[in-house]
């Protein structure tokens, strides 16, 4: 999912729907999940509210979002309960039933981007008021590969990688609970390999990353993309430099 080959654009006014045709079956989701992009644009250094309170966005699936903004509010119209996701977490999870208000600070290149990875489709002009939100309080879940607190929710995900040695990695990292799948981060290079299950990649910092896969030997995957690879699917080695 690159940053230029999406099938179809929808205009808001706060921001760029770009939409894939392509769907993905993953993250033990009873719907394929719909990939979206969230383009916001604004001047450097200032909030653009995408969704505010008064006209939140509400989710019947979850969803993911992967992130590039220097920082993603994410309030809940139902309890009131604030969330920051910082510009290294990158990763939120949303349960299904939310109804949120986002707000976006726009980094220095005055462009800031959301892939949205939903369970089923998503109703993007979101709710004309709060009073019409019908799920109970939402349950937001923040970063990935680390110990993250934000506002009351933690998450004790921590995963040290060092994967110039392969047999560095010994198991994959072990969740209380199904609703968020294994999420290691940052990662390091690593010899040709396979997933179990299917595979997403986001690309945050850096030049790229390189993932040798044999329909592609040479393609880079740049910042701000977003990589999936199927189940079985033999490729590698991943050269990335951070």
Same mark, same amino acid.
């Not at 976006?104 to 979101?126: E, N, Q, R």
């Given at each position: 999912?690159?940053?230029?080959?999406?099938?179809?654009?929808?205009?808001?006014? !706060?921001? /760029?729907?770009?939409?894939?045709?392509?769907?993905?079956?993953?993250?033990?989701?009873?719907?394929?999940?719909?990939?979206?992009? =969230?383009?916001?644009?604004?001047? &450097?250094?200032?909030?653009?509210?995408?969704?505010?309170?008064?006209?939140?966005?509400?989710?019947?699936?979850?969803?993911?979002?992967?992130?590039? !903004?220097?920082?993603?509010?994410?309030?809940?119209?139902?309890?009131?309960?604030?969330?920051?996701?910082?510009? /290294?977490?990158?990763?939120?999870?949303?349960?299904?039933?939310?109804?949120?208000?986002?707000?976006? &600070?726009?980094?220095?290149?005055?462009? &800031?981007?959301?892939?949205?990875?939903?369970?089923?489709?998503?109703?993007?002009?979101?709710?004309?008021?709060?009073?019409?939100? !019908?799920?109970? /309080?939402?349950?937001?879940?923040?970063?990935?590969?680390?110990?993250?607190?934000? &506002?009351?929710?933690?998450?004790?995900?921590?995963?040290?990688?060092? =994967?110039?040695?392969?047999?560095?990695?010994?198991?994959?990292?072990?969740?209380?609970?199904?609703?968020?799948?294994?999420?290691?981060?940052?990662?390091?290079?690593?010899?040709?390999?396979?997933? !179990?299950?299917?595979?997403?990649?986001?690309?945050?910092?850096?030049?790229?990353?390189?993932?040798?896969?044999?329909?592609?030997?040479?393609?880079?995957?740049?910042?701000?993309?977003?990589?999936?690879?199927?189940?079985?699917?033999?490729?590698?080695?991943?050269?990335?430099?951070?």
């Amino acid at each position: 999912f690159r940053l230029n080959n999406y099938d179809s654009t929808e205009s808001y006014s !706060t921001f /760029e729907l770009r939409k894939w045709n392509t769907t993905l079956n993953l993250f033990d989701s009873p719907e394929d999940l719909i990939v979206s992009r =969230l383009d916001i644009s604004g001047d &450097a250094g200032s909030t653009v509210e995408i969704f505010p309170s008064s006209n939140p966005l509400s989710l019947e699936g979850a969803m993911y979002f992967f992130s590039n !903004t220097t920082a993603l509010g994410i309030t809940d119209a139902v309890s009131g309960t604030s969330n920051t996701a910082e510009y /290294e977490d990158a990763i939120v999870w949303m349960s299904s039933g939310s109804c949120l208000g986002l707000s976006v &600070a726009i980094p220095d290149s005055g462009m &800031a981007s959301l892939y949205a990875l939903s369970s089923g489709a998503v109703a993007w002009d979101g709710v004309d008021s709060p009073d019409k939100c !019908t799920g109970d /309080e939402a349950t937001v879940l923040i970063g990935a590969g680390s110990v993250n607190e934000h &506002a009351g929710t933690l998450r004790d995900n921590a995963k040290v990688y060092n =994967l110039t040695n392969p047999e560095n990695c010994e198991s994959a990292a072990d969740h209380d609970d199904t609703s968020y799948s294994n999420m290691d981060a940052p990662i390091g290079p690593l010899d040709a390999h396979y997933h !179990t299950r299917g595979a997403i990649y986001y690309v945050l910092y850096g030049q790229g990353g390189k993932f040798n896969d044999e329909a592609a030997p040479n393609d880079i995957a740049m910042p701000g993309e977003l990589r999936f690879v199927n189940t079985g699917v033999y490729y590698g080695p991943e050269e990335l430099t951070r």
